[in-house]
């Protein structure tokens, strides 16, 4: 079955835009506590610093309130699917760096940032209409599934804060959940096939690769791992075969390899 043909997942938008606000909160309660010293320490993303990684992630937020306050964009349906997303952001990154560096220099005040960007989203995005089509920097989206999105950049970069800071932000369960099915459906869609079952307990499982289909019983390949160790994956931050040598992946048959298959964005 193509992946075009498959029904799409579905996300209750109430709750996807309850589980942005509060993964957004719990950084900005995060950040409130860094010192001088964390804020310049280095991240995992290239030359970016605890500080511009910070300020990137009110982006989340901003980038949404910004496409509404655009007039609606002409076209009569979105361009861009949900679950073309992930690979849709590739050659992004090159600007929202540019952006990320301008935004950390021209907010001292971190703190303030994060209330203006929370102040505005819940002013502007509550009352939107869900359907309402949105210009964003891949593409027209839907709102609601744009903010879908927001999930995935809010928990990958919490990641990033955390793995830079020792923080130990903690993961809204909703945003955690949405972050992994979208990135799950994503592989499901590059590599569209049933032979392989990815199995991200307890939030997503997927079926891929082209091959036989499973149909019943066990499956003859088999992927599992936890939430946070695929969205690593799936985004770049550790590799398939370290995961594997860490005892991070379970994999089990001759096709449950998918080393060539990651990242899905970078």
């Known amino acids: 079955m193509q992946p075009s043909r498959k029904r799409a997942r579905r996300y209750d938008p109430v709750r996807t835009r309850a ?11 995060a950040v409130r506590t860094l010192t001088p010293e964390q804020l310049a320490r280095p991240t995992r993303l290239g030359d970016w610093t605890v500080r511009e990684l910070a300020a990137h992630l009110t982006m989340a937020l901003s980038g949404v309130t910004r496409s ?14 949900l679950v073309e997303w992930p690979s849709a952001t590739a050659d ?5 760096a540019d952006d990320t560096r301008a935004l950390a220099r021209d907010h001292p005040d971190l703190d303030a940032l994060y209330g203006e960007a929370a102040a505005r989203f819940e002013e502007l995005v509550p009352g939107a209409d869900d359907e309402r089509l949105l210009t964003t920097r891949v593409g027209v989206m839907r709102l609601a599934d744009y903010l879908v999105t927001r999930t995935v950049e809010l928990i990958v970069h919490t990641d990033d804060l955390n793995e830079a800071t020792g923080l130990g932000i903690p993961y809204d369960r909703q945003a955690l959940a949405a972050c992994t099915r979208l990135l799950a459906d994503a592989l499901a869609q590059k590599a ?3 032979s392989v079952e990815v199995r991200v307990p307890p939030f997503a499982v997927v079926q891929c690769v082209p091959g036989p289909r499973h149909t019943r019983g066990t499956p003859p390949n088999v992927v599992e791992t936890d939430p946070l160790t695929w969205i690593r994956l799936a985004t770049g931050r550790t590799q398939w075969a370290r995961a594997l ?22």
């Open 19 to 29: 589980a942005v606000l509060a993964q957004f909160a719990q950084v900005r309660e």
């Open 68 to 81: 509404l306050a655009l007039p609606e964009p002409a076209a009569a349906k979105p361009g861009l699917a």
């Open 245 to 266: 040598d860490a005892a991070k992946v379970n994999a089990s048959g001759e096709r449950a390899d998918l080393a060539a298959l990651l990242p899905l964005m970078g």
């Open 192 to 194: 569209p096939g049933g």
């Open 92 to 96: 992004r990154a090159d600007g929202i």
